[in-house]
């Protein structure tokens, strides 16, 4: 007679399926999963539940599922591209800043971006933020040279050309050293 009896209730080794042995025929014995789904085992496969255990295999199985899930849905973790990437941009095209400049002289314009750049300049120390790009555009290079004046006025701002690929020759990074 085999370890097994009809009735009986097992559970398969090193798998997540328990059910009720519905046909013992030498050592195969077929079990009806909790799914009620017949599944045919060799009785070396099987172990016999006895009494009440308080955990089965495939509950295990269950619980490893839940937290394996749980771990994939961790925060984005963010790439050395996008941490620095700046964290804030000012066009100071004059169509961007007035709705017309029309009747307005250079002198007017340049001085309307540079007021700009100084407010937007002041906001990003009080706000700590630590790096702000420009954007001037080419043209000239007199709203460059001004700006480049102006940055070199505060003690903790160093400045450089801002990522090629992105704005061409038309932007300048400010970097903003924060106390602590």
């Known amino acids: 007679m ?3 009896s009809i009735g009986d209730r097992a559970e398969v080794l090193d798998e997540a399926i328990s059910g009720v042995i519905q046909k013992v025929d030498g050592d195969r014995v077929t079990l009806i999963t909790e799914d009620g ?13 006895e009494g009440d255990i308080s955990v ?11 937290k394996a899930a749980s771990k994939k849905r961790k925060a984005p973790t963010i790439k050395p591209k996008e941490r620095s990437a700046p964290k804030m941009e000012v066009d100071l095209h004059i169509h961007q800043l007035v709705k017309s400049s029309k009747g307005m002289s250079n002198y007017d314009m340049l001085n309307i971006q540079l007021d700009t750049a100084k407010r937007q300049l002041d906001f990003a120390i009080s706000k700590r933020i630590q790096k ?9 290079g007199v709203l460059k040279e001004e700006l480049r004046y102006l940055f070199n006025r505060y003690d903790n ?10 704005y061409g020759l038309g932007a300048t990074e400010v970097y903003i050293y924060q106390n602590a």
């Not at 702000?132 to 000239?140: K, M, N, P």
């Open 37 to 49: 789904f017949p599944m045919h085992f060799t009785e070396n496969d099987l172990v016999k539940i």
């Open 56 to 66: 089965t295999n495939y509950e295990v199985a269950q619980v490893k599922k839940e």
């Open 157 to 166: 701002v160093k400045f450089y050309d801002a990522d090629y690929q992105k």
């Open 2 to 4: 085999g370890k097994f």
């Open 132 to 140: 702000v790009v420009f954007i001037h555009g080419v043209g000239e």
